[in-house]
Every structure is written in C-alpha cells, then in structure tokens.
C-alpha cells in the first residue's frame, strides 16, 4: 500500500462535497396515503429515542415549539430530544393523521412514559407540522397535556 495522500478543498469545493440535497419522502403535496406514510415514519423514527436519527427529518433550520419551549434548528433539537428521553423512560409513542392539506399536517398522538421516580405519564397532544418540497418538515409545533396514570392502566 502506498503512502496516504492528503487533498486540500477550497471553500467551493468543501462546500459541494458536503451539502448534497437531502430528502425524506414521500414529498408534499401529499395525499391520504402519504401523509398517513410520513405520520407513521414518524412514529417509527420517534419511537426509536434516537434525537440525531429524529433530528434528520427536520430542515436544518426547522422551527419548533414544543410546548412552551422554542427552538431552531437541528442543533437545539438533539439537545432537546437528549433532555427528553432522560427524564422520560420507557417512553412509547402512538401517532394519528387528523388533517392534511398540500405541504401540510396535523397529528393527534398519545404517549406514555415514566419519572425515575417509577410515576406513569400519558401526554396527548396534537402537532401542525409544514414541510420544504424535499420532504423535510421545516414547522413544528406540539401543544401537549400530561395526565398522572396507574402502571396498570397503560395503553401503549
């Protein structure tokens, strides 16, 4: 094996090699299939409490509030993600279409979680997400209602 050479990228170059167009299908305008699609891959990506793999289906200058917390961009979503999950263990989530409309959708969900204390939660809510023309949601925005509840009386 010969020796390692090294390769030198001008601003331009460095640019192109690394910001190729991302996508996420299906894309908007969506219809009932695809968006019943995205609303499952979401639940699917959700579920797996893997804030940079959820992070990757945001534009990297997505909007979100989550309650009453604001944030921008993918940087503040991992982070807030990784606070997320550390609190809330155990946590299953259930996703349902309610509207959609070109670029688009509205979601009812329901999940269930506990403290490290051993306290089950279930939180409903409902999230009005928008999209870029790649797939990417640019807009999010949950309002969300937790509800104290018995082991025993877990749905999900």
Not at 43 to 49: F, G, H, R, S
Not at 127 to 149: H, Q
């Amino acid at each position: 094996m010969g020796p390692t050479r090294r390769v030198t990228l001008c601003p331009q170059q460095w640019y192109m090699a690394t910001n190729t167009i991302e996508q996420r299908p299906p894309f908007p305008p969506f219809t009932l299939e695809t968006a019943r699609r995205k609303v499952q891959l979401a639940e699917d990506a959700w579920n797996t409490q893997d804030p940079v793999k959820v992070s990757l289906a945001y534009t990297p200058d997505t909007e979100w509030r989550n309650r009453n917390e604001f944030l921008n961009g993918r940087d503040e979503v991992v982070q807030f993600l990784t606070r997320k999950w550390k609190k809330e263990l155990d946590y299953k989530l259930k996703k349902e279409l309610w509207a959609f409309m070109d670029n688009r959708i509205a979601v009812r969900f329901e999940y269930e979680y506990h403290d490290e204390k051993g306290q089950w939660y279930r939180a409903y809510g409902n999230e009005n997400w928008e999209f870029d023309e790649n797939g990417l949601m640019k807009k999010r925005y949950a309002s969300i209602n937790d509800l104290e509840i018995n082991e025993k009386d877990r749905r999900l």
